[in-house]
């Protein structure tokens, strides 16, 4: 079946740090791969995606690689900002219409 | 261009009663999803609806329902309601049946309680 493991959080970084959130995946097929993000307040809405493998999504600083071999998507930015701060989820679309996501990192950054 | 918009935000049940939640899309979009969110859990499909016509389900037990109107607007139905049921309901939007490639555009949700 389709499934997203995405690292546990809460995640709480120091402004200026490296940020990594792992997600592997288990799909039939070929999925298509994203990353959402809910601000507080907010709805979710979509960060970046990919499409293929070896694909690589970016947005606002954010870059996640299409690994099939791996089948991971894992989520990274150089340098986080307090504004950064949110939950992210990652999620996959195969067959079907349906979206399957990760259970959500709380990530906390603070000045 | 208004976004995803649905109502009501937040609303109390007891147990055993019925609910309905409202969603109207980004203008364009004929595909709606709905989707349940458990605190703490990433968000459950429920439902897809294209063109008015039943295009996913998600394993849930048939006191849940839903349909789409001609405007595209759509409404989710639960009936008998368990503790359970408490959860963060969205509704997402798209231009395009297939979810591969496609955005999904997402309401703030209905906060549902069920006492």
């Known amino acids: 079946g389709n499934s997203v493991t995405q690292m546990e959080g809460p995640v709480t970084l120091s402004e200026e740090a490296f ?6 995946y288990t799909a039939t ?14 709805g979710l809405q979509l960060l970046l ?3 293929k493998a070896d694909d690589k999504g970016s947005n606002k600083g954010f870059e996640a690689t299409y690994r099939k071999e791996t089948t991971s998507f894992h989520l990274e930015k150089g340098s986080v900002q307090v504004s950064d701060s949110a939950v992210y989820f990652c999620a996959l ?11 959500g990192t709380s990530l906390t950054v603070i000045p | 261009d208004a976004g995803v918009t649905q109502s009501p935000t937040h609303l109390i049940k007891t147990r055993g009663q019925h609910v309905t939640l409202r969603c ?8 709606v999803s709905w989707y349940q969110q458990v605190l703490g859990q990433g968000p459950q499909f429920i ?8 295009r996913g389900r998600g394993n849930f037990p048939d006191r849940f329902s839903a349909r789409q109107f001609p405007n595209y607007s759509s409404e989710l139905n639960v009936n008998a309601l368990l503790l ?7 509704c997402a939007s798209s231009l395009e049946d297939t979810s ?9 949700g209905s906060r549902l309680t069920v006492l």
Do not use: M
């Open chain 2, 47 to 54: 439902f897809q609806y294209y063109e008015k016509e039943e």
């Open chain 2, 84 to 90: 359970g049921d408490s959860a963060l309901y969205l």
């Open chain 2, 100 to 108: 591969r490639a496609g955005e999904l555009f997402f309401g703030e």
């Open chain 2, 24 to 31: 109207s899309p980004i203008s364009g979009h004929k595909s």
């Open chain 1, 49 to 51: 995606k990919a499409t």
């Open chain 1, 19 to 24: 940020l990594t959130i792992n997600c592997t």
């Open chain 1, 93 to 103: 679309s195969a067959t079907g219409n349906q979206f399957y996501f990760g259970t």
């Open chain 1, 29 to 42: 097929g070929y999925p298509s791969l994203f990353w959402y993000v809910q601000y507080p307040g907010e």
